[in-house]
């Protein structure tokens, strides 16, 4: 007896702790991960319809954030779980249910006057979410002093989210008119700064661009070249030399990835621009991988081979993976990020001057390009006609012009009744030899999969530039993939079955019972189809039935 209270007690907290669970999460500026769909503050229920959480808030003005019922696999996967995302581009009263939609990708937001803890309490049958204040939090008072080198130039902009320190006006105080103090035999602008917020910053300005808001450090001396381009270092005689403070990373010019080395690029103080002539010898699959940094590691910086004292000086692609350099691209203008990334870019064998902008953010590349060798082939590859991801397996396209391939291929929903393929010029020699098919693959020209529904049958869909990685996402079915490579473009259609002459009643057969059939359709008792022009003069007349009867009796 003991034995089945225990086992009913033991179920009973089991159903409890399960009623208890979260599966409502916040996400957004409130959220300590930010804006990230794998992660968020967990809300808890007791009915699984009414959640709560409390949350500290620091950060005071308007802060958006949303709600979700189910996370996503990465930081990335905002499409898997926009349908579950509640919102809206609304202001949320405080202590006023206000009402949300789901399935958007739109924030609602609060206007917070104050830091503190507020509890959020949200009912999913009515999907209003009602924000209230349950206590004050007494920010921390900072007070520091940032020292900015004598060869900077432009505006400096102190401020946190109450107000602005150095000038209450866009765009600050002019750096030349800050007082000056010698640090360490070195002479420095200065500027000393008090608030009470947790997230205080800096911007520099040239007058058009602008750095990206820096946390200050207090004794620090900060270097500004213009546009977007700055460096932290120690108060010392050492005067920082913005002239040539921009190398590139990465194994052009038969280099290797080092934290400790990369090729210096020359500073134009004309062109307030960066150049280097550079050689891309290619690995196996004819590419080669770069990126910049305003700074090399010192031999003495030896913690992960020198890479975490460089990574907030690092910058290359804006992309979220490698991003390729084509043909097409030389001589145009390529985005680059700000400091504090490390996406590469990836560009094939070739030699090249490279024209860096660091005021504008962008990077032009001429040269001559070593193209990757046409096969005068193409292939779909992934999870169509059975197949799985495998660089040796592929559907063959026929070709039908120079240009245009196409192949009528299955899909068996094998991704919860979808299915994801893409394309390459060559296949591998066996199912793990992606690197020898890299430079040949390509697909959508989205950094997600590219879900290809009805609306888009009969339009073109853009190809994405050869060498990435990209996918198409489509339903289960049977379709006719059209490929044209001169304009880098898809055509999905659905299969269409041959019109057989004669087979009025469609059964694919021709005989007396078709003959009945065109009759009926001439005296109007039954529906013409393509099949009932016999004669194909263009009408269907008594003709078409003399017509049929020789086609029957041959």
Known sequence: ???????????????????????????????PDGWDPSKGVAMTTTDNDVYTVDIDVTVTGNQYFGLTSKLGANKNDWSTILPYRYGGNKL???????????????????????????????????????????SSIELPIFNGTIYVSK??????????????????????DDITTLPTKSVNGTEYYYLTYTHNSTSPGLIFNDGTNQTANITPEDGKVYTYSGGSTYAVSDPSGDTPDPGNNVYILGSLNGGVWSAYQGIPMTFDSEAKVYTASVEATGNEAGYNYFSFTTKLAAPTDTANQGWDAIGEYRF?????????????????????????????????????????NMATRKLIITGEMNEVVETGELYVIGEVNSNGWAANVGVKMNKISDNEFQATVA???VNEGYNFFSFTKKLGENENDWDAIAAYRFGANTEEPFFITE????????LGPQGSTSAYKI??????????????????????????????????IVNVSDVTELVNVILATAEKNDACDVNADGTITVSDVTALVNLIIQ
């Open 316 to 356: 290359g692609s804006v992309a979220l993976d490698d991003f390729p350099i084509t043909g097409a691209l030389l001589g145009t203008e390529i985005e680059v990020s700000e400091p504090g990334t490390a996406v590469a870019f990836k560009i094939p064998r070739g030699t090249y001057q490279f024209e860096l």
């Open 151 to 172: 060869v900077s130039t432009g505006n400096i902009w102190a401020w946190d989210n109450d107000g602005n320190y150095a000038q209450n006006e866009w765009p600050g």
């Open 92 to 134: 949320v009263p405080f202590d006023t249910e206000t009402v949300l939609t789901q399935n958007t990708d739109l924030s609602p937001y609060c206007n917070f006057a104050e830091a503190g803890t507020y509890t959020f309490t949200f009912k999913v049958s009515t999907k209003t979410l009602k924000v209230t204040k349950k």
């Open 411 to 413: 899909c068996d929903g």
């Open 1 to 31: 007896m003991k034995k089945n209270i225990t086992l009913f007690l033991f179920m009973l907290v089991a159903l409890v702790s399960f009623q208890m669970r979260a599966d409502m999460w916040i996400i957004g500026a409130i959220s």
């Open 455 to 462: 609306e888009h049958f009969g339009n073109a869909v853009g």
């Open 475 to 508: 339903a289960e079915g049977e379709y006719v993939l059209t490929v044209n490579l001169e304009s880098s473009m898809l055509i999905v259609t659905l299969p269409t079955t041959p019109v057989i002459p004669g087979d009025i009643n469609g059964d694919g």
